[in-house]
């Protein structure tokens, strides 16, 4: 029989991280610190909302760019929180989930052998993202020494005459890190210069823990150049109601909004009632979640500090990327004997890319009671390897 299967899909990788919970669900008692999904529940009103556009019936398609109600909001929240001017009529788009926003804007913008430019250790998604489209993703490695931020010089090192865009996504998973205004005016002149554009993946910009989050579109000369995406997954606890949204120049939206519209019809019209109502009178909900994360972030770098495991302080997001390379053990056999031995789940590094190596994921996404138990064992199990190296 002819072969039913794209070469282009056979050849992308399955998530690294899916590996880990699979064995996990396996076991008993195992902790895991593993899964980027926020343990609070949606906030009630937010879920009453949501609630109560089904009890009115409001179960139709919405327009496909999403509720103007909702769109309108959007700007109105951009603007406040990120100086961010953006058209709900022409320059807003409602997705499902930030990813299909991703996913919507390499297709609209990438043709075949353009090159896009992916920092890592990264999310997971960008890179086959690129595949999909028929692009060329192009990988630069992130230092630790710089704290995973993206520097000028790092950047001008990679572009060619096919660079057509970079992705740039901070507060960063998995690293934690971010980028200060002084990093993206250094990063939007080399933008500028080289006449390409942005992809700014700003999911986590609620989740900065030093300073505001600071989006590179506000910077002058950016605007026109940047497709800036969010969601409400992690600021208002909304996973699995699966809603983002992409915002950008009017030209690049069109074309998004047509794909879109052949792949998808529109956004889950519940969900975008919901949205309705946490950008309207969630922002002390935002600023609760945010603390709570804080309070975790720090009882966890306190925690490394004290069984000698080295880790940069990053300041965004809820994940911590511990370095392990003085253990001798590659990341996948670190996190791998972890699981075995004191049954705690974590992501190994190279999951977000090859220069991963040598550090682990760890997500402070859960009680502090959960990451006690968990802390105690990793303590225990890296006292162990310390002893045999002894």
């Given at each position: 029989m002819r072969n039913p299967l794209s070469k282009k899909v056979t050849e992308i990788k399955p998530s690294g991280i899916r590996k880990f919970f699979d064995i996990a669900s396996e076991m008993e008692d195992v902790v895991s610190l593993g899964v980027g999904e926020p343990d609070f529940d949606t906030p009630w009103h937010v879920r009453d909302e949501g609630i109560y556009s089904l009890e009115k019936g409001r179960t139709f398609y919405t327009s496909n760019s999403g509720l103007k109600e909702l769109r309108v909001e959007i700007s109105r929240y951009l603007k406040r929180r990120c100086s961010l001017t953006y058209d709900p009529m022409h320059e807003i788009l409602v997705t499902v989930g930030g990813s299909e926003g991703i996913d919507l804007a390499l297709r609209a913008m990438l043709d075949p052998g353009d090159e896009v430019l992916i920092p890592e250790p990264c999310y997971v998604s960008y890179l086959p993202c690129v595949q999909l489209a028929d692009g060329v993703p192009v990988t630069i490695e992130l230092k630790a020494e710089n704290e995973f931020?993206?520097?000028?010089?790092?950047?001008?090192?990679?572009?060619?005459?096919?660079?057509?865009?970079?992705?740039?996504?901070?507060?960063?998973?998995?690293?934690?890190?971010?980028?200060?205004?002084?990093?993206?005016?250094?990063?939007?002149?080399?933008?500028?210069?080289?006449?390409?554009?942005v992809l700014s993946d700003e999911i986590y910009s609620e989740l900065t823990y030093q300073g505001d989050h600071v989006s590179i579109a506000s910077l002058p000369g950016m605007w026109e150049r940047t497709l800036t995406i969010n969601g409400f997954s992690k600021s208002y606890a909304m996973t699995g109601w699966r809603l983002g949204y992409i915002c950008g120049p009017q030209e690049i939206v069109a074309q998004m909004t047509k794909i879109h519209q052949f792949a998808i019809m529109c956004a889950p019209t519940t969900s975008q009632y919901a949205a309705v109502e946490a950008l309207k009178k969630g922002d002390n909900d935002v600023v609760q979640m945010r603390e709570a994360y804080n309070q975790r972030r720090r009882y966890l770098m306190h925690a490394f500090k004290e069984m000698g495991l080295p880790c940069f302080e990053p300041f965004g997001a809820f994940y911590v990327f511990p370095c392990i390379k003085e253990f001798g053990l590659s990341s996948e056999e670190f996190?791998?004997?972890?699981?075995?031995?004191?049954?705690?789940?974590?992501?190994?590094?190279?999951?977000?890319?090859?220069?991963?190596?040598?550090?682990?994921?760890?997500?402070?996404?859960?009680?502090?009671?959960?990451?006690?138990?968990?802390?105690?064992?990793?303590?225990?199990?890296?006292?162990?390897?310390?002893?045999?190296?002894?």
């Amino acid at each position: 029989m002819r072969n039913p299967l794209s070469k282009k899909v056979t050849e992308i990788k399955p998530s690294g991280i899916r590996k880990f919970f699979d064995i996990a669900s396996e076991m008993e008692d195992v902790v895991s610190l593993g899964v980027g999904e926020p343990d609070f529940d949606t906030p009630w009103h937010v879920r009453d909302e949501g609630i109560y556009s089904l009890e009115k019936g409001r179960t139709f398609y919405t327009s496909n760019s999403g509720l103007k109600e909702l769109r309108v909001e959007i700007s109105r929240y951009l603007k406040r929180r990120c100086s961010l001017t953006y058209d709900p009529m022409h320059e807003i788009l409602v997705t499902v989930g930030g990813s299909e926003g991703i996913d919507l804007a390499l297709r609209a913008m990438l043709d075949p052998g353009d090159e896009v430019l992916i920092p890592e250790p990264c999310y997971v998604s960008y890179l086959p993202c690129v595949q999909l489209a028929d692009g060329v993703p192009v990988t630069i490695e992130l230092k630790a020494e710089n704290e995973f931020r993206l520097t000028k010089e790092e950047l001008l090192e990679h572009i060619t005459d096919k660079t057509k865009l970079l992705v740039l996504p901070f507060p960063n998973n998995p690293t934690g890190a971010v980028m200060r205004r002084e990093d993206l005016e250094a990063i939007a002149e080399v933008i500028i210069e080289k006449d390409i554009y942005v992809l700014s993946d700003e999911i986590y910009s609620e989740l900065t823990y030093q300073g505001d989050h600071v989006s590179i579109a506000s910077l002058p000369g950016m605007w026109e150049r940047t497709l800036t995406i969010n969601g409400f997954s992690k600021s208002y606890a909304m996973t699995g109601w699966r809603l983002g949204y992409i915002c950008g120049p009017q030209e690049i939206v069109a074309q998004m909004t047509k794909i879109h519209q052949f792949a998808i019809m529109c956004a889950p019209t519940t969900s975008q009632y919901a949205a309705v109502e946490a950008l309207k009178k969630g922002d002390n909900d935002v600023v609760q979640m945010r603390e709570a994360y804080n309070q975790r972030r720090r009882y966890l770098m306190h925690a490394f500090k004290e069984m000698g495991l080295p880790c940069f302080e990053p300041f965004g997001a809820f994940y911590v990327f511990p370095c392990i390379k003085e253990f001798g053990l590659s990341s996948e056999e670190f996190a791998m004997r972890l699981l075995e031995e004191e049954h705690v789940a974590v992501v190994p590094g190279t999951a977000f890319g090859a220069c991963g190596e040598g550090f682990l994921r760890i997500s402070y996404a859960y009680s502090i009671e959960d990451l006690k138990v968990a802390l105690e064992r990793m303590s225990r199990f890296i006292a162990k390897l310390k002893k045999q190296d002894a």
